[in-house]
């Protein structure tokens, strides 16, 4: 019992250690291309900054809000 509480960490430790030079050892040969040449996907979460043109929706002439009385006149341009 003690023996097997004695060899169990170094062992655990080196199958740790066998297993992170087999990781370094595939990831080395399984791609081709280098990391920095292969295309990434940009996923962006909130939308890009806005373009130059305006959008259609903005019309160059002012914005007139309708009369309380709907006559489509300002109350104060009488």
Not at 20 to 39: F, I, N
Not at 70 to 77: E, K, L, N, Q, V
Request: proline fraction near 18%; hydrophobic fraction near 40%; include cysteine.
């Amino acid at each position: 019992m003690v023996a097997v509480a004695l060899l169990l960490p170094p062992a655990l430790l080196c199958l740790v250690l066998v297993l992170d030079q087999y990781e370094e050892l595939l990831l080395k040969k399984g791609s081709g291309t280098p990391r920095h040449a292969v295309p990434a996907r940009h996923l962006r979460a909130v939308p890009g900054p806005p373009s130059r043109e305006p959008p259609p929706s903005a019309s160059p002439e002012p914005h007139v809000r309708p009369s309380p009385d709907g006559t489509g006149r300002d109350a104060d341009a009488a």
